[in-house]
């Protein structure tokens, strides 16, 4: 294949993606297959002579659209969508054609200035400080896991780097039971330990209790042990949780301690101010972490972290050897310094497109859609008899139950096999709870009401 033919089908697939598109409402969002049904149908051993591309993408429409969860279905309710709008679909064709590698400055000037451009808008549109800048991960995991490593270096005085973690004192985070695993792994990963991951009572809305986090902070540096961090959460993934940020920020200063903010999923909805309550305090976070692939259209993968100073993070993260130099630059921004990996896409082209072709009103209008009519679906479905609200909305999430654990278990199970809607579960206070999340990019009122329609036909 050559760039001629590259040009041909690249046609063809731009026709098909418009089809696929339009036809979602009439396929299930979720395949009713099999483990291991994909791969039978695959040879065991890739082809030694060149194939012919219509061959080639004969099988894909063959084995792929039929086989797929369609994270882009517009009654998609399930996890946190990932989101990939016209705009972003566009962007992310042309920076796979430029291919380029963004690890350096001087080997992507272009993704390198306008991934700082964007960083300043969308801390802009989000109400943060001016003094905030940040860079572009690929996922809230990896950006817990830098600044958790960055909480860890810190409280070592940067000793780990060098001289690792043993003999060291015995290191602490804390987090709410709300906050997502990505913590868990992240103090794994980073040698802390699952043990010392310490998680703060919450309070009756489910927010961590400042005076809890106090007292767990005192009662370990009593034990001989040394804190480094705390991870809040703003919008927590199984219940939409929220931390009081102003609060326990101030207790963690208190105690000099490195704060993270995970507002993964609810921190594009910071666009909209009247929706800035729920992480009041913001400004005095160390570290946050927001997706524009959940919630704005930005095609995954896409992650920003917010630092008002970078420079412990860089000093974590960052290695300069000779051959990464640039020379005759020596304060320029090398962004593989903030983070773990060494390549780095140009996922800045995206945001650029997305932002400029729908707008910021644009993405508000649809975020507080959502909103309001995850409020219509509730109140629905709380009329329902044997449904019942579990938890409040969140934003666009709330939760539900029917009858008992093993019955609810049942609908969820009737809802997806049915193919309408795709939902998902959580466990809540130790109940069996169905999780409604709504966020598609192209989801429109009607298909949210679809879920209470679904629930009355399947208990009916």
Known sequence: MNHDDLAHWSKIA?????????????????????????????????????EDMSTIFADFERLVPSNTTHWQHPRFFAYFPANASP?????????????????????????NEIEAVMIGWLANAM????????????????????AVLTMRERALDWAGLTDGLSGQPRLRIYASAQTHSSVDKAVRVAGIGQ?????IPTTSDYGMDPAALDAAI???????????GVVLCTGGTSIGACDPIDACIKVAKAHNLFVHVDAAWAGSAMICEEFRPLWEGIEGADSIVFNPHKWLGVQFDC????????????????????????????????????????????????????????????????????????????????????????????????????????ETAALLERIN????????????????????????FDCTRDDVMMIPTVIRDLIA
């Not at 043990?195 to 998680?199: E, F, H, S």
């Open 14 to 50: 731009a026709d098909w993606a418009r089809d696929y598109h339009a036809g979602l409402r009439d396929v299930p969002v979720r395949p009713n297959i099999k483990p291991g049904s994909i791969a039978s149908q695959l040879p065991a051993k890739a082809p030694d002579a060149p």
């Open 87 to 111: 705009a972003s679909m566009l962007a992310e064709q042309l920076a796979n054609a430029i291919a380029g590698q963004a690890m350096l400055w001087q080997t992507a000037p272009a993704a």
């Open 127 to 146: 109400g943060l400080p001016d003094t905030f800048t940040g860079t572009i991960h690929d996922s809230a995991t990896t950006t817990t896991l830098s």
């Open 195 to 199: 043990n010392n991951l310490v998680k």
């Open 218 to 228: 005192r009662a370990d540096i009593a034990a001989g042990h040394l804190p480094a």
């Open 303 to 406: 992650a920003i972290q917010f630092m008002p100073d970078p420079s412990e993070q860089i000093r974590t993260l960052g290695l300069r050897p000779a051959y990464l130099n640039t020379q005759g630059q020596d304060e320029i921004v090398n962004y593989n310094e903030w983070t773990v990996p060494l390549g780095r896409r140009f996922r800045a082209l995206k945001i650029w497109f997305t932002l400029r072709a729908y707008g910021l009103d644009g993405l508000r209008e649809r975020i507080r859609n959502h909103v309001a009519w995850s409020l219509e679906a509730r109140d629905a479905i709380a009329l329902i008899p044997g449904c019942l609200l579990t938890t409040s909305p969140r934003l666009s999430l709330f939760t539900f139950s029917y009858i008992d654990d093993v």
């Open 417 to 440: 096999a049915d193919g309408r809607i795709y939902l998902t579960q959580t466990t809540h206070d130790e109940r069996f709870v169905i999780r409604v999340q709504v966020g598609q």
